[in-house]
């Protein structure tokens, strides 16, 4: 990859990091798990990076391989230590610390996502961002349809699940 795509890597991944952080704190319950799936994500979408056509937003793209990434690691709980050549342009990205005393307000909510399976907690996580059907159809593979009965069941569930808590 030539410096400057480099670059805009970085440039994009700095912008958009936050997408990452909320994927971790779905799919982690400590720092270190956090910061472990963020470096893997980082590492997942560098090497992804050369195959991006621009064919989808950055946002859509990264949401992809950064759900897969979390998804395919915490699906099988043994965890296997794998080796990448590093390269120096990655240590640019500017790490900016997730704030989880915003989020306090939100911790029955996260729990209860957290109950759900990988495809539920990746639809109610671009819900929440705001991200529209055709967007999150794309994200996941399924049909636009699909996704709004999908998600319809999920809030169903959620509210069951956060009124048994409190």
Not at 64 to 82: E, F, G, P
Not at 101 to 108: N, V
């Amino acid at each position: 990859m030539n410096p400057q795509a480099e670059l805009y890597f970085v440039n994009l991944l700095e912008e958009n990091q936050n997408i990452l952080h909320k994927i971790c704190r779905l799919y982690t319950t400590d720092i270190d798990a956090h910061k472990d799936l963020f470096q893997e994500m980082v590492i997942q979408l560098w090497k992804a990076y050369p195959s991006f056509k621009g064919d989808s937003k950055f946002t859509t793209w990264a949401y992809r391989v950064a759900l897969n990434t979390a998804i395919s690691l915490y699906r099988v709980k043994k965890r296997k230590i794998t080796t990448v050549e590093w390269d120096n342009s990655l240590q640019n990205i500017r790490y900016e610390e997730y704030d989880d005393q915003q989020e306090q307000q939100l911790s029955s909510l996260y729990s209860a996502v957290r109950q759900l399976n990988d495809i539920e907690k990746a639809l109610v996580y671009m819900y929440l961002e705001d991200k529209d059907y055709a967007e999150i159809s794309e994200t996941l593979g399924i049909s636009e349809v699909n996704a709004r009965v999908k998600m319809n069941r999920i809030k169903t569930k959620l509210k069951t699940m956060i009124n048994q808590e409190g």
